[in-house]
């Protein structure tokens, strides 16, 4: 039996559909640059409204009439524009963008979104929500949290971040996955996600936090923590300084540290140097020795002096740096730093010849 004819068959029908998809493709394409095309022609006349309310200068409320009136076809073609310009506003300017959205149906839209089978929908619902900062819609954001998709949760709680509603913390803080068994519904958030959503809850969520930083479980403890550190709650920094001398998970207990660095004062100077002793892990010793820097009082200077010669490159690195920003204390330590050692003096010098760089104040040349 001869193939041949049977084979220049089948090579042609292939030829044919890969043509067909060539075609397709290019056809679908001219569509939508034709599509971008006339929805841009029809947003053009209407930006510089947009513009007018989110500036806040619709004084007599002509522009907002007039986009909350557009067409469904127009409104369409100027709808990224109005979203992406409440992501920049806040105050009333952000409200009447909102109640535009409000007119055209977008909002009550994206709420129906949240229960739709299409994990798409339901992220795109939630950013939006997000964006007008819609309380209403908090529980059934909470909800969404445990969603089985991985990028819903993400979008959920960055958007329940933007709406800063305190009611959402405590489900917020348990979305985060545990590094032991406790059972999780969902795929959940990173920790630094759930940490940015809650630091736009604080104040009012700091009961929420100081229940996180005592909690049995390490992950919610370390994402309470980092929360705690970069939030002004006095109550909540003294139970930081009361959990760094019992917390015994090694990276959380660093994190208290790094945090009384931000949230600390001079009181706290003491209780960060012992805590830089041999004994203590490296992380720990090198969480203390920056913190010992940022909160930039000369008492730290004699231990960041002596840390300049440790074993460990990097915390001598890091307390020379420290010591550069306590000041005047610190720089004649680091002077003085030639005369302990070659790695003291190597971790002086590069200290040194970085704040020349920088422009600091007393440093003129390498010592």
């Given at each position: 039996?001869?193939?041949?004819?049977?084979?220049?068959?089948?090579?042609?029908?292939?030829?044919?559909?890969?043509?067909?998809?060539?075609?397709?493709?290019?056809?679908?394409?001219?569509?939508?640059?034709?599509?971008?095309?006339?929805?841009?022609?029809?947003?053009?006349?209407?930006?510089?409204?947009?513009?007018?309310?989110?500036?806040?200068?619709?004084?007599?409320?002509?522009?907002?009439?007039?986009?909350?009136?557009?067409?469904?076809?127009?409104?369409?073609?100027?709808?990224?524009?109005?979203?992406a310009m409440?992501?920049?506003?806040?105050?009333?300017?952000?409200?009447?963008?909102?109640?535009?959205?409000?007119?055209?149906?977008?909002?009550?839209?994206?709420?129906?979104r949240?229960?739709?089978?299409?994990?798409?929908?339901?992220?795109?619902?939630?950013?939006?929500?997000?964006?007008?900062?819609?309380g209403?819609?908090?529980?059934?954001?909470?909800?969404?949290?445990?969603?089985?998709?991985?990028?819903?949760?993400?979008?959920?709680?960055r958007?329940l971040?933007?709406?800063?509603?305190?009611?959402?913390?405590?489900?917020?803080?348990?979305?985060?996955?545990?590094?032991?068994?406790?059972?999780?519904?969902?795929?959940?958030?990173?920790?630094w996600?759930?940490?940015?959503?809650?630091?736009?809850?604080?104040?009012?969520?700091?009961?929420?936090?100081?229940?996180?930083?005592?909690?049995?479980?390490?992950?919610?403890?370390?994402?309470?923590?980092?929360?705690?550190?970069?939030?002004?709650?006095?109550?909540?920094?003294?139970?930081?300084?009361?959990?760094?001398?019992?917390?015994?998970?090694?990276s959380?207990?660093?994190?208290?540290?790094?945090?009384?660095?931000?949230?600390?004062?001079?009181?706290?100077?003491?209780?960060?140097?012992?805590?830089?002793?041999?004994?203590?892990?490296?992380?720990?010793?090198?969480?203390?020795?920056?913190?010992?820097?940022?909160?930039?009082?000369?008492?730290?200077?004699?231990?960041?002096?002596?840390?300049?010669?440790?074993?460990?490159?990097?915390?001598?690195?890091?307390?020379?740096?420290?010591?550069?920003?306590?000041?005047?204390?610190?720089?004649?330590?680091l002077?003085?730093?030639?005369?302990?050692?070659?790695?003291?003096?190597?971790?002086?010098?590069?200290?040194?010849?970085?704040?020349?760089?920088?422009?600091?104040?007393?440093?003129?040349?390498?010592?």
């Open positions: 039996m001869n193939v041949t004819p049977l084979l220049g068959v089948a090579i042609t029908l292939v030829a044919l559909v890969c043509l067909s998809l060539v075609g397709l493709t290019v056809l679908t394409r001219l569509r939508r640059h034709r599509r971008e095309r006339v929805l841009a022609r029809l947003a053009a006349p209407h930006r510089l409204l947009v513009l007018e309310v989110s500036a806040g200068e619709d004084e007599d409320d002509a522009a907002f009439e007039q986009l909350a009136g557009l067409d469904r076809r127009t409104w369409t073609s100027l709808r990224p524009a109005v979203t409440l992501g920049k506003v806040r105050g009333i300017p952000a409200e009447r963008l909102v109640e535009i959205l409000r007119r055209h149906g977008d909002i009550d839209l994206a709420r129906r949240l229960t739709s089978a299409s994990p798409v929908r339901r992220a795109r619902g939630a950013h939006l929500l997000g964006l007008a900062r819609d209403a819609s908090v529980p059934a954001l909470i909800r969404l949290l445990s969603d089985p998709d991985p990028e819903v949760p993400l979008v959920v709680a958007s971040g933007h709406i800063g509603d305190a009611r959402a913390a405590e489900a917020v803080l348990r979305a985060v996955p545990s590094r032991r068994a406790r059972p999780h519904r969902g795929v959940g958030i990173p920790a996600v759930a940490a940015e959503a809650l630091m736009a809850m604080v104040p009012q969520a700091e009961s929420v936090i100081q229940h996180g930083v005592i909690d049995p479980d390490p992950t919610i403890r370390g994402v309470a923590v980092s929360v705690a550190g970069h939030s002004i709650m006095p109550a909540t920094t003294e139970l930081l300084r009361a959990r760094l001398a019992v917390e015994e998970d090694p959380v207990r660093a994190g208290i540290a790094a945090a009384l660095g931000h949230v600390g004062t001079a009181g706290d100077v003491a209780a960060l140097v012992r805590a830089t002793a041999p004994q203590e892990s490296a992380a720990l010793r090198r969480a203390c020795a920056t913190a010992l820097g940022e909160l930039g009082h000369p008492d730290g200077a004699d231990r960041l002096a002596l840390l300049l010669g440790d074993q460990d490159r990097r915390l001598a690195q890091l307390s020379a740096q420290s010591l550069v920003q306590l000041g005047g204390v610190g720089l004649d330590h002077r003085a730093a030639r005369a302990q050692g070659e790695q003291a003096a190597a971790a002086a010098r590069a200290a040194w010849e970085l704040a020349g760089l920088r422009s600091v104040p007393g440093v003129v040349a390498a010592p």
